[in-house]
Structure formats: structure tokens, C-alpha cells
């Protein structure tokens, strides 16, 4: 079992930045890819970006890259995403997510994930 919350959503106008945590707890953080996801209102959840298990690898949507960066603290269960330059379309909720059966291999399909956190509301404003 693992236990994921999300947390630093909020309110900012475009082109401000926020930071989203995910605290893990449960089986151990080290050994398995993260993810995080958004789902806006009425749209279906999309894949936003992945980390491997010890941070050497990222991937990222082509609609985030060069904005938002991923990356993880092992030594306090953690993965975070910065999100910088936030436009509107960057409004919805963000999920963090779990891949207990790989390593380094960087899913971008919901399916592959284990678990999820509860998400964090992210609003930005025009």
C-alpha cells in the first residue's frame, strides 16, 4: 500500500509559478516511478510528467516542457513539480501517482499507475 497527498495548489495569475508537493508514505519511495497528472473541468486526465526512481530520468508533456520541472527527495518521500510561466489552460486539478512496477520506466498512460493522491487544485487566472 502506499499513501500519497497532494498539497501547494492555488490561486495565481498568468505567468506566475507554483510548487505542488507529493508526500509518499507506505511501501518505499526509492524504488518506484512517479508521475503527476492533471484532469480539467470536462476534459479527461492527461499526463503531465514522470520521474524515475532515483530522479536521472524525466519526461514531460509537450505541453509543459520548459515550464514545469519534476523532481524527487528520496530521503524525505517526497516528488515535487514546479510549475513556472502558468498560463490558464494549465487550470485543473493535479494528481500525483505511483508506478510500483517499474523503476525507470516512464509511463504516460493513467493505467499504468498504481496509486493516487487526492489531487490539488490549481487555478491560474487571466
Known amino acids: 500500500q502506499v499513501q500519497l497527498v497532494e498539497s501547494g495548489g492555488g490561486l495565481v495569475q498568468a505567468g506566475g509559478s507554483l510548487r505542488l508537493s507529493c508526500a509518499a508514505s507506505?511501501?518505499?519511495?526509492?524504488?518506484?516511478?512517479m508521475g503527476w497528472f492533471r484532469q480539467a473541468p470536462g476534459k479527461e486526465r492527461e499526463f503531465v510528467s514522470a520521474?524515475?526512481?532515483?530522479?536521472?530520468?524525466?519526461y514531460y508533456a509537450d505541453s509543459v516542457k520548459g515550464r514545469f520541472t519534476i523532481s524527487r527527495d528520496n530521503a524525505k518521500n517526497t516528488v515535487y513539480l514546479q510549475l513556472n510561466s502558468l498560463k490558464p489552460e494549465d487550470t485543473a486539478v493535479y494528481y500525483c501517482?505511483?508506478?510500483?512496477?517499474?523503476?525507470?520506466?516512464?509511463?504516460?498512460?493513467?493505467?499504468?499507475?498504481?496509486?493516487w493522491g487526492q489531487g490539488t487544485q490549481v487555478t491560474v487566472s487571466s
Open positions: 507506505g511501501r518505499t519511495f526509492s524504488y518506484y516511478v
Open positions: 520521474i524515475s526512481w532515483r530522479g536521472g530520468n524525466t
Open positions: 501517482a505511483a508506478d510500483l512496477n517499474t523503476r525507470a520506466v516512464l509511463s504516460t498512460a493513467s493505467g499504468a499507475y498504481d496509486y
